[in-house]
């Protein structure tokens, strides 16, 4: 797979130096992102005020995912204010096109500005019936067509009682990247527990499935997995988005409440912009 000699020679000479300074952490080498999903929110002039308040920054990828009909004005208001914020659409169709009533395809979304789309979001695994092959087939449509797709996986509040979170997460990813033969997407790990109840993993609970999740893509794909950003998402907010940054594993976040309005988002990119900086 592309980059994987240097990934890893990147990876073994800074590991190596971080060990002879004391297991200091040198550099997050992946790409860190902040990811806002608007879900079935907001309107044309809410997106307006959205994207003339809103601030970009040069160290972070910042992606905004509004509703549908919200993705053109938002192509336009973008490059209007020459900020530098990628469109991603909150799902995709897995065929070109044809009868499917509702759908939206991949290059719809394209042609609408977008680089990115979010696949399997739990509320669609729950509501739309959405399965790990749904999912699958999606992922390889966005990735076949240029798209970056943005994966949620996550376990529900009982299959944490029961101890299930590792193999919930290890079931859905072995289904959502079945013969994906590329390094082209990125993870977002969302607790369905935390999603939207102001409840959100401790960062200590997040990496250890962070890194358990970087494991499994690593039984999958090899090497690669290291490249691989893994976004957290669960009611993430300006106030606990730095705790988040400074865990090793976590490669930045998957926003929902808080991206809606831009002050909130806003302060969550400077968190994230702030610890690279730093780095
Ligand atoms: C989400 O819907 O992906 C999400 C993380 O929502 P919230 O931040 O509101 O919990």
Redesign the pocket.
């Given at each position: 797979m592309e980059h994987s000699i240097e990934n890893y020679i990147k990876n073994l000479v800074r590991d190596t130096i971080g060990q002879a300074l004391g297991g200091l952490q040198l550099q997050k080498d992946r790409q860190t992102y902040v990811v806002g999903?608007w879900?079935m929110n907001n309107n044309f002039s809410g997106t307006a005020e959205f994207f003339q308040e809103i601030n970009s920054s040069n160290n972070v990828s910042v992606v905004v995912c509004p509703p549908t009909h919200l993705l053109y004005p938002a192509q336009l208001l973008i490059k209007q204010q020459k900020k530098s914020i990628a469109l991603g659409g909150q799902n995709v169709h897995w065929a070109d096109r044809g009868a499917y009533t509702g759908e939206t395809s991949t290059s719809m979304l394209q042609e609408m500005g977008c680089e990115y789309v979010i696949i399997g979001?739990s509320e669609r695994r729950q509501y739309a019936g959405e399965n790990d092959e749904m999912i699958n087939m999606k992922v390889k449509q966005a990735i076949k067509s240029g798209l970056t797709p943005i994966v949620c996986i996550g376990e529900t509040l009982e299959e944490k009682n029961l101890l299930q979170t590792e193999q919930v997460l290890k079931t859905q990813l072995f289904g959502a990247l079945k013969e994906i033969d590329s390094s082209q997407f990125i993870i977002a790990y969302?607790p369905v527990w935390?999603?939207?109840t102001g409840q959100s993993a401790s960062p200590e609970l997040a990496q250890q499935s962070h890194a358990y999740i970087r494991s499994v893509i690593t039984q999958i794909m090899g090497q690669d997995a290291d490249t691989i950003s893994i976004l957290y998402?669960?009611?993430?907010n300006e106030k606990n988005a730095a705790d988040f940054y400074a865990m090793e594993d976590i490669d930045g976040v998957?926003?929902?409440?808080?991206s809606l309005k831009a002050k909130p988002f806003d302060e969550i990119i400077a968190a994230f912009a702030k610890g690279e900086q730093n780095l």
């Open positions: 999903n879900k979001h969302e935390a999603i939207g998402g669960g009611s993430v998957l926003v929902g409440g808080a």
